[in-house]
């Protein structure tokens, strides 16, 4: 239950801090021409409608978020105490193995919600859906149930299993690493630059699937060149416009994604620490 607790908390903070990124993410992931510079797409975003433009689609992202942050945590937490107690692997190899559990757990969860909040994102929708709830109604109706769970389904799992797997492993390589000396101050600042570095790298390795995954949900059911499964969707991309293109998005994503990972552990950790503190008392 601590697990869980914790990893809603950290959802809920995760959304309202990286949101504008994932906004930016998805825009230049769907583009399929050159994107304008990060500062350029903030601005554009903010000339479209304000601040509220940044947040569009936040709605089924806080609401997927907090449970997909539960799983995610929670699996990997069980998994982890798991190998602990019945494997002689050394840290890093049980939390990499522990983040690939993590990963089809957590995009379960949040597949649902990541459909409709890709299609809210969506330039070219933003008149098609009065808000959220109108977008997931209108899929029902012209799609059916099965779209909010077969949609990039394969990518999502893709995209979580390996930013979870390199991330937690890199964090717990850099905290078996990290001396013990200095102050409190010094090493949970230590730790809050190690989860964003640790963030962006994962990011490096999982940037392909979060690609295929957009441009699959994005689609509807009238596409005329619709995009088929992960691998097909990734060598079409490399085939139309190159290599360079399954990183569309990175420098957003990477903050994004930096962001999610300074917050991330650490605020987990932080979390069970309190609710761990107020039982005992």
Known sequence: MEALASGAVVGAIECAVCQPFDMIKTRHQLNRGVNPSLAASLSILYQ???VRRFYRGVIPEFAGMVPKSSAMYASYEWA???????TSLDEVSTCFLAGIASGPAEAAVVQPFQVVKVRMQTKEYVGRYVGSFDCAMQILRSEG?????RSG??????RNTVWNSIYFSAMA???TGRSSEGS???NKLLELASGFM??????????PFDVAKSLQQSQLPDAT?????TAATLVRVVREEGVSACWAGFQAKAIRMGLAGLVGLSSFDAVQWLLKGAKAA
Request: charged content about 10%; proline content about 2%.
């Open 48 to 50: 479209e409608g304000g």
């Open 80 to 86: 982890r105490r798991g190998l602990q107690r019945h």
């Open 145 to 149: 149930v099965a779209a909010f769970a």
């Open 153 to 158: 389904a394969g990518a999502t799992v893709w």
């Open 173 to 175: 390589q850099v905290r």
């Open 184 to 186: 409190a101050t010094y």
């Open 198 to 207: 640790c963030g962006v790298l994962a990011t490096a390795f999982n940037a």
């Open 225 to 229: 060149q619709p995009y088929g499964g």
